[in-house]
């Protein structure tokens, strides 16, 4: 029964095939990660760029008196000005 060996007799202690476990189950689970980043990175579809946003004079005037900061009379004043002043507005 001499040629029956044990792996701990063969000079490698208990610990290093318990880092060896360790550090295979880490090995594994960084090359999940990579896999996993870089399939995002390859199926990500590049979204497309927004329009800068643009706010009319109309738009600010409505927010202004939503916000109570001009009153009713204000608001309808300053409207019909900027309405008399560009007529493209008065389409909206």
Known sequence: ????????????????????????????????VVAMV???AVSRTPEPPHPPATTSSEQLLAERFARGEIDEEE?????????AD???????
């Open 86 to 92: 560009c007529p493209t507005l008065s389409k909206h």
């Open 38 to 40: 870089v399939h995002r």
């Open 75 to 83: 608001y309808g004043r300053r409207l019909r000005v900027l309405r």
């Open 1 to 32: 029964m001499a040629a029956v060996m044990y792996w701990n007799r063969q000079g490698m202690p208990g610990w290093a095939w318990s880092a060896g476990s360790v550090g295979m189950v880490l090995l594994w689970a960084l090359l999940i």
